[in-house]
C-alpha cells in the first residue's frame, strides 16, 4: 500500500446502518491495482460515488478504495462510437465530455453520479431498458485486478464466466480497473419526449405494454399515494433524443446543438428532521406532481438533465429523510405476474407507504449475468423512509410475493432483505459463487452487504 | 450487520439471564435476528432461555461462561465470543445486582460487591467489547442503565451511584467511539417489574421488560444514544434532577 488509509465512516445513499474502515484514494490505475494488495483481515472492497442506497460499498473493519481519483477517458474511437475509461470516471463526466462530440452512454440510470466500475458492479438500466438492455450489454472489455496480484482483461469471450460474474457482482470479483464500451450517438442534447397521465393501474401498464416499443426511453412515475379507484395512476414519460431539425432554428448550431452543462440548482441542508416526509407532506406533493402533468403532451423538447436525473438537481436529496434515512425497495416481477405486482402496489397504498416518485418500468431482456438484476418484466421502486415502522414488516412480507412470482430484488439498493431470500432470487448464486471461489478464493473482496447476506 | 430498519443479525448478552435482556433478544430474533449469544456466569442458567430463542428462530444460539467479578477473564471470553460466530452487531451489558440497602450499610463488603458488579465489571467488560467493536468497525453497546443513576436517592444509593457511574462511563465511552463504526446505546429504565424488584412497592410510571425492550430495538434503529422506558420518565427526571435538596430527599423517600 503506497497511499495512506484514513478511518471514515461510510454510509450509502440511504444514510443506513453507517461502519468505519480504512479509506485509500489510489490517484493512478496502478495505484488503483496496488490497492488489493496486502489486504487487511477484514477484506478490501472498491467504491464509486456512494449511490448505491444500502450496504454494498463499505467494508466494516476492512479497506475501502475511493476509485473516484482514477478518472478519465483512455481510448475513444469516435468513428466507431467505443470508448475505454478508467473505473472511477463518472457518467457526468463522460456525458460533460462526449455529448458535445455527438455521443452519449449506452444506459444512464436517474443519476449521473455513478462510476463506470459501479455501472458494471451493479449492471445498471436505465429508462431505455426495454430496447437495449443494461450497461453490461453494452461492455465489450473489462480490466480486471484479482485478488491474486494477477491483472486480467476479460471480454464476454476470453472469460465468459467471470465476465458475467463481474457484471452486476457487486464488486466481490475484484477491483475494475477500466472498461471498454459503446456509446449512444445523438445529433443532439435535447429530448423529445411524450408525456400522458393515466387515470389508473390498468391505463398505466396498457399503455405501457401497447406503445412503449416506439421509444428507446420510458418510464412511468406512479403515485403511490393514492388509494381506490385511481390507484396506480401515473405520468408516463417517453421519448427519444431529438433530430438536429428538432430544434429552434437558432439552436442547430453544433455548440448549442449538443450543449451540455448541467448544474445543481441547491444543495439540501443538512437539517432536516426526522418525519419530514409523512403521508401528509407525501400525499400533497404527489398530488401537486400528478396535476401539473398534461393530461396528454407530444413532442415536447427537454434537456438530458431534466428527462433522466430531475433530482440530480438538487444536491444531496437524500438529506430531506433526516438523519434516521431511508431505504429504496426494487423488485421485479416477470410479465405474466401482473396480478402480484397489482397485489403488491395495493398493500404499500393501503398501508399509505410515504413513497414520493416510485418509479414503474417494462424491463426487456436479461442478460447471462447470474446476479444481474433485470428480468423481462415489471420493475417497481420505491422509497421509505428508514427506522422502525410497521413497513418494515409489510415489505418482509411483499418480498416473499416477489419470490413466489419468480421475481426478485436489485441488490444495488438493497438494505435490508432476508437473507434466507437470496438464492430464490437469484438462482444462479452457485454459479456467481463458484467463480467467485476460482478469483477470490481466500474471501479478500468483502463488503458489509457480503456479510449481511451471506455471500 | 445491521439492516436499514434496524433489524441486528446478531446480538451477545453479558448477563444472559436478566429479564430485560431477554425479552430484547426475544424481539430483535422476531425481526430477524439469527445468531444470539447468551453469557452467565453459570451457563446453565440461560439454557431454558437459549432454548427459547432457538424456538423462535434463531439459527446459531450458544452460551458462554461469563463471571462480572472476574475482570481478569474478561478479554479472553470477549474476543472469543467475537470469534466465535463472526460479527456481533450489538451487545447487551445487562448484568447487575440491586441487592439491599440496608444489608449494604450494615455489611459495606455486600455493598463493595454489588458495585464490583455493577460498575467495575461493567467497566472492564464495555472496554473490551468497545475494542472489538472498533476493530469490527461497526456493532453497538447497549448498557442497562438505570433511573436509579440519574439522581441519586438516599433509600437506595449504593445501587444508584454504581448505576450513576455506570451511565457516566457508558456516555463517555459513546463519545469517544463516535468515527469508529461502533457506538453506545444507554438504557434507562424506571421501576421494572421483574425477578428482581420483586416484592417491591412500584414507582409511579412502573414498566415491564418487554417496554424497555421495545425502546432498546426502536434507539438502535433510530441510532439514539440514550432512551428511556418509559419515554415519559426524560420529562420527569430532566425535572425531578434540578429539584432542591431538602425537597428531593422528600420526595425520595419511598423505596
Redesign the interface.
Known amino acids: 500500500m503506497e497511499t495512506p488509509a484514513t478511518?471514515e465512516?461510510l454510509a450509502g445513499w440511504?444514510g443506513?446502518?453507517?461502519?468505519?474502515?480504512g479509506v485509500v484514494r489510489p490517484t493512478s490505475v496502478d495505484e488503483l491495482a496496488g490497492a488489493l494488495d496486502d489486504p487487511p483481515e477484514?477484506g478490501v472492497i472498491a467504491r464509486g460515488l456512494g449511490r448505491c442506497y444500502?450496504?454494498e460499498a463499505q467494508?466494516?473493519?476492512?479497506r475501502v478504495v475511493d476509485t473516484t481519483a482514477v478518472s478519465g477517458i483512455v481510448d475513444l474511437d469516435l468513428r466507431q462510437g467505443v470508448c475505454t475509461a478508467a473505473a472511477g470516471t463518472s457518467l457526468e463526466d463522460l456525458m460533460r465530455w462526449l455529448v458535445p462530440l455527438g455521443w452519449f452512454v449506452p444506459v444512464t440510470p436517474g443519476t449521473r453520479f455513478v462510476t463506470v466500475g459501479g455501472a458494471i458492479a451493479n449492471d445498471i438500466h436505465g429508462k431505455n431498458h426495454h430496447k437495449g438492455g443494461s450497461w453490461c450489454n453494452h461492455v465489450s472489455a473489462l480490466t480486471l485486478r484479482l485478488p491474486g496480484g494477477d491483472t486480467v482483461r476479460v471480454t464476454p469471450d476470453s472469460d465468459p464466466d467471470l465476465f458475467w460474474a463481474t457484471a452486476g457482482g457487486l464488486g466481490l470479483t475484484g477491483i475494475i480497473l477500466d472498461a471498454t464500451f459503446d456509446l449512444h450517438p445523438i445529433e443532439t442534447s435535447r429530448l423529445l419526449v411524450d408525456t400522458d397521465r393515466t387515470p389508473d393501474l390498468d391505463a398505466t401498464l396498457a399503455l405501457m405494454d401497447e406503445s412503449d416499443d416506439e421509444y428507446p426511453y420510458s418510464v412511468a412515475w406512479i403515485d403511490l399515494m393514492k388509494t381506490g379507484a385511481g390507484m396506480g395512476r401515473s405520468i408516463l414519460g417517453r421519448g427519444a433524443f431529438a433530430p438536429l431539425d428538432a430544434l429552434p432554428a437558432k439552436d442547430r448550431t453544433p455548440g448549442r446543438a449538443r450543449a451540455f452543462s448541467p448544474s445543481t440548482r441547491a444543495t439540501f441542508p443538512p437539517l432536516a428532521p426526522?418525519g419530514l416526509i409523512n403521508p401528509l407532506t407525501v400525499t400533497a406533493f404527489n398530488e401537486l406532481w400528478y396535476r401539473k402533468a398534461p393530461k396528454r403532451r407530444r413532442g415536447e423538447l427537454q434537456t438530458i438533465t431534466t428527462f433522466f436525473h430531475p433530482l440530480d438537481m438538487v444536491e444531496r436529496w437524500n438529506r430531506v429523510y433526516g438523519?434516521?434515512?431511508?431505504?429504496q425497495w426494487q423488485f421485479v416481477v416477470p410479465f405474466g405476474e401482473e396480478q402480484t405486482l397489482r397485489r403488491i402496489i395495493s398493500a404499500l397504498c393501503d398501508e399509505g407507504c410515504t413513497s414520493f416518485l416510485a418509479v414503474l418500468k417494462r424491463f426487456g431482456a436479461a442478460n447471462p449475468g447470474p446476479l444481474s438484476f433485470p428480468l423481462p418484466g415489471w420493475t417497481l421502486a420505491l422509497d421509505i423512509p428508514?427506522?422502525?415502522?410497521s413497513?418494515?414488516r409489510l415489505i418482509?412480507r411483499l418480498d416473499d410475493e416477489v419470490v413466489a412470482a419468480g421475481g426478485r430484488l436489485y441488490l444495488a439498493k438493497d438494505?435490508?432483505v432476508?437473507p434466507e431470500l437470496l438464492e430464490a432470487m437469484y438462482p444462479r448464486l452457485d454459479e456467481w459463487r463458484a467463480v467467485r471461489a476460482r478469483v477470490d478464493p481466500d474471501g479478500v473482496l468483502r463488503s458489509?452487504?457480503a456479510?449481511?447476506l451471506g455471500l | 450487520m445491521r439492516d436499514a430498519v434496524g433489524g441486528v443479525q446478531s446480538v451477545l448478552v453479558l448477563g444472559g439471564t436478566s429479564e430485560i435482556a431477554l425479552a430484547t433478544v426475544r424481539r430483535m430474533v422476531d425481526q430477524g435476528c439469527r445468531t444470539v449469544l447468551l453469557a452467565a456466569r453459570n451457563p446453565d442458567d440461560c439454557l431454558a432461555a437459549a432454548a427459547a430463542v432457538r424456538e423462535a428462530g434463531a439459527t446459531t444460539v450458544d452460551t458462554l461462561a461469563f463471571d462480572a467479578l472476574d475482570t481478569a477473564s474478561h478479554g479472553t471470553v470477549i474476543d472469543e465470543a467475537f470469534t466465535r460466530h463472526g460479527d456481533l452487531d450489538v451487545v447487551l451489558l445487562a448484568f447487575g445486582v440491586l441487592g439491599d440497602q440496608a444489608e449494604f450499610e450494615a455489611d459495606p463488603a455486600k455493598a463493595v460487591a454489588a458495585v464490583q458488579v455493577n460498575y467495575v465489571g461493567a467497566v472492564s467488560a464495555g472496554l473490551h467489547v468497545a475494542r472489538n467493536l472498533r476493530r469490527q468497525g461497526h456493532g453497538t453497546l447497549v448498557v442497562l442503565s438505570s433511573v436509579a443513576g440519574e439522581r441519586v436517592r438516599k433509600t437506595n444509593f449504593v445501587y444508584g451511584s454504581s448505576k450513576a457511574g455506570l451511565d457516566g462511563f457508558a456516555q463517555g465511552l459513546g463519545d469517544s467511539l463516535v468515527g469508529t463504526g461502533a457506538s453506545v446505546l444507554v438504557v434507562r429504565p424506571g421501576f421494572v417489574h421483574t425477578r428482581m424488584t420483586e416484592g417491591m412497592e412500584p414507582a409511579p410510571l412502573s414498566t415491564t421488560p418487554e417496554v424497555v425492550a421495545e425502546a432498546v430495538t426502536d434507539g438502535l434503529a433510530k441510532g439514539q444514544a440514550v432512551v428511556w422506558a418509559p419515554a415519559p420518565l426524560r420529562l420527569v427526571m430532566s425535572g425531578l434532577r434540578h429539584l432542591p435538596r431538602p425537597l428531593w430527599r422528600k420526595a425520595s423517600e419511598r423505596g
Open positions: 478511518t465512516v440511504g443506513t446502518a453507517p461502519s468505519a474502515a477484514r444500502g450496504d467494508n466494516a473493519g476492512g426526522n438523519p434516521v434515512g431511508f431505504l428508514a427506522g422502525p415502522s413497513l418494515a418482509d438494505s435490508r432476508r458489509d452487504l456479510r449481511r
